[in-house]
């Protein structure tokens, strides 16, 4: 009998499909036409996203998310540009970035099913600049998940982008994944995040992470596939750090402004893990408690500390404290998530996760808050406030167990 969690629970800020035998064994072209009607609800459409996600061993329904972020991406660089252009071509562009949040979606979903067969499409999708910035960062990190061989070039070439910030920092997190997890290590090219001025390699025989501003930080565990997903049930854009290091350590890493993105997810999802392996538990002791409410704080203090610059480390740190649903008493945690929903300059990607985490911890003001920017302009702050909502209302009935 499998377990799933009805929205984001404990483990995925984006599986909260409510699902059962039935919703199972849908039949899978009636959920591919409910996957790409824009006229549908967005939370309507997430459940049939993560429904077909659920039968991942079913080669019909990869085909059908890939189908669906394959549907649009066909404005070609050529088609018009963005001053000017036939009508036609126009309005393919504003389809585009109008859904974007379920496309980015999609993205996630196939990086997570480890689909390869979607790797051409998530290259094509990537490598348009029309498509939204949050669609290409997803993308790219999909491909790091799926982590083929055939992905290197692009990632390589993705970490110059000229648009998107995002791209280019998910880009070079995403290439290292895929040359640690394939030991294709160009000895040739350092891997190189886009953080400040930070220039890091990765020593793939050793796990040793190096960085220019600081010596050995740490090394990160052997990445296993079939145990990846054991404590997140989700496969991290960075592998853990090894369960050696000290937990103080792994938050002065999180905290720590000249440490590079690499080394500062590695130790998130490292502290996530040793947090999440106490939830579940009959009975907690005070080093439990400690370490939790630790791992919420150290997260909610980096979330909003004038000096992290990077969208994508403060959208990941959201959909880790989303993960950790079962300290949704920390106020560290809970106002750090509350303003970023809140911040009109904050990056939509960091709201929309943001919003996501929040209906994943419910507590005190949360269905307020959702409910305040159903009305938001940007649109993918609006959709992710329904979808959180959902979130929220699904997460009081718990888990949901299939046969």
Same mark, same amino acid.
């Given at each position: ?66 189908? +669906? %972020?394959? $549907?649009?991406?066909?404005?070609? =660089?050529?088609?018009?540009?963005? !001053?000017?252009?036939? @009508?036609?071509? &126009? ?50 990190? +999909? %491909?790091? $998940?799926?982590?083929?061989?055939? =992905?290197?070039?692009?990632?390589? !070439?993705?970490?110059? @982008?000229?648009? &998107? ?239």
């Amino acid at each position: 009998m499998t377990l799933f969690f009805i929205s984001s629970a404990v483990y995925d800020a984006r599986l909260y499909i409510k699902t059962s035998k039935t919703t199972e064994m849908q039949n899978i072209a009636s959920l591919s036409k409910t996957l790409i009607d824009q006229s549908l609800p967005i939370q309507d459409r997430f459940r049939a996203l993560f429904t077909l996600r659920s039968l991942e061993t079913n080669q019909a329904a990869v085909q059908a998310l890939i189908d +669906a %972020l394959a $549907a649009d991406s066909s404005l070609s =660089s050529s088609s018009a540009d963005d !001053d000017g252009g036939d @009508d036609d071509a &126009h309005q393919k562009l504003s389809s585009l970035h109008a859904d974007a949040l379920f496309r980015h979606e999609v993205a996630f979903a196939l990086g997570q099913m480890r689909a390869k067969a979607a790797t051409a499409t998530l290259i094509s999708v990537l490598k348009n600049q029309r498509e939204h910035g949050m669609t290409r960062h997803e993308c790219a990190e +999909a %491909l790091g $998940a799926i982590a083929d061989e055939t =992905s290197l070039e692009v990632l390589r !070439d993705m970490r110059e @982008d000229s648009k &998107h910030r995002e791209v280019r920092e998910t880009a070079s997190l995403a290439l290292r994944r895929v040359e640690y997890m394939v030991g294709s290590r160009d000895e040739s090219t350092a891997t190189s995040t886009t953080t400040a001025t930070n220039t890091t390699t990765f020593n793939n025989s050793t796990g040793a992470i190096v960085g220019s501003k600081k010596e050995s930080i740490g090394k990160v565990a052997a990445v296993n596939e079939e145990q990846e997903e054991e404590f997140a049930y989700s496969v991290d854009p960075v592998p853990a750090m090894d369960e050696s290091i000290e937990t103080e350590t792994l938050a002065a890493i999180i905290l720590d402004d000249a440490a590079d993105i690499w080394d500062r997810y590695a130790a998130m999802f490292a502290l996530r893990n040793r947090a999440q392996k106490t939830f579940g538990l009959v009975k907690k002791t005070q080093e439990n408690e400690q370490l939790v409410q630790l791992c919420s704080s150290t997260l909610g203090k980096t979330l909003r500390s004038e000096t992290v610059q990077s969208a994508l480390l403060k959208h990941e740190i959201c959909y880790v404290l989303g993960q950790l649903r079962e300290d949704d008493d920390n106020e560290i945690a809970r106002k750090a998530l509350f303003e970023c929903l809140e911040d009109p300059n904050e990056h939509a990607m960091v709201r929309h996760e943001a919003a996501e985490a929040i209906g994943s911890r419910g507590g005190r003001g949360a269905e307020a808050l959702l409910r305040k920017y159903l009305s938001c302009e940007d649109r993918i702050v609006s959709e992710s406030c329904e979808v959180a909502l959902d979130m929220l209302k699904e997460n009081e009935e718990g888990f949901v167990a299939l046969e």
